[in-house]
């Protein structure tokens, strides 16, 4: 039976993980252009977030040093609060009007 | 050869998570997909040796954060949303968009790879602990201040959720 160490042992390389958190975010791109619930863009925000996250550890590690780890647990900490506020104010649009849609809620728009 | 069929899971698992997140109708099976993304770049972490982001992204993230969207996703009431057309009219020139600055990333990426020079990584003392110790070392020694802001900015989420969502203060 082989050493476990040993098959652990083989690298992904970075351009892995770099492509797939490109995939990732353009997912998550897409989705907060085309979607038209309130909530689903906010995930859609969320995903993009966790994407850059997994590039700054993928770095990180290539690297040997854990400031890629500060940077996306910080990256997590402002998304936990950007989170709160933002769906608080989806609950204050919805109690006023009663609706979701992006298309609706456009009192900014020039 | 096992690390690259570990990656293969998560990395199917995060894509399909996030591809779902963007398609499904109803907003609370967006969320559970959502946290199944989350769940595999998890994965993801625990492979790159970040433990304890690993366990900051199972609490935080799809213990913390996830539930607050089902929450407001249980306290609106989306029936009527579900029943609507779901992407914008324009939804081709985003699609489009999004796809475009992801070719771009890409293309700049693979042709861009031998001319990315990174430093050599730096060997680090001999790590007693893990990674949770050598983490804390560095976040409270380097970024002493940028922690403290943060718990300020979490300060500031917390009177702004209140203002936001109680009726009369």
Same mark, same amino acid.
């Given at each position: 039976m082989p050493d476990l160490a040993q098959l652990l042992a083989a690298e992904v390389p970075l351009s892995w993980y770099l492509i797939l958190s490109v995939i990732l975010f353009v997912i998550g791109a897409a989705g907060f252009l085309i979607r038209r619930n309130i909530i689903t863009v906010f995930m859609c925000i969320e995903l993009m977030l966790n994407a850059v996250n997994l590039s700054f550890i993928a770095f990180s590690h290539k690297l040997k040093m854990v400031d890629g780890h500060i940077y996306s647990f910080f990256v997590m900490v402002v998304a936990a609060a950007e989170a709160a506020v933002g769906l608080a104010i989806i609950l204050t649009v919805f109690k006023n009007r009663e609706t979701l849609e992006i298309d609706e809620v456009s009192s900014l728009k020039l | 050869m096992t690390e690259t069929v570990f990656f293969y899971c998560f990395a199917a698992l995060a894509v399909a998570g996030a591809i779902l997140t963007v398609t499904m109708r109803n907003a609370v099976h967006c969320a559970i997909s959502l946290i199944a993304s989350l769940g595999g770049v998890a994965g993801l972490y625990l492979m790159l040796h970040a433990e304890f982001l690993f366990a900051v992204q199972i609490v935080l993230y799809i213990g913390g954060i996830m539930v607050l969207f089902l929450f407001v996703i249980m306290l609106v009431n989306l029936e009527a949303a579900a029943r609507e057309r779901q992407f914008h009219r324009s939804?081709? *020139? *985003?699609?489009?968009?999004?796809?475009?600055?992801?070719?771009?990333?890409?293309?700049?990426?693979?042709?861009?790879? *031998?001319?990315?020079?990174?430093?050599?990584?730096?060997?680090?003392?001999?790590?007693?602990?893990?990674?949770?110790?050598?983490?804390? &070392?560095?976040?409270?020694?380097?970024?002493?201040?940028?922690?403290?802001?943060?718990?300020?900015?979490?300060?500031?989420?917390?009177? *702004?959720?209140? &203002? &936001?969502?109680k009726k009369r203060i």
């Open positions: - | 939804w081709v *020139g *985003g699609l489009l968009c999004a796809g475009g600055t992801g070719a771009m990333l890409a293309w700049f990426w693979l042709r861009g790879a *031998g001319t990315l020079r990174l430093p050599p990584a730096v060997q680090p003392t001999p790590r007693e602990g893990g990674n949770v110790e050598s983490l804390a &070392m560095v976040l409270f020694r380097d970024y002493l201040v940028p922690f403290e802001l943060a718990s300020l900015l979490l300060l500031v989420a917390i009177v *702004g959720g209140v &203002m &936001m969502a």
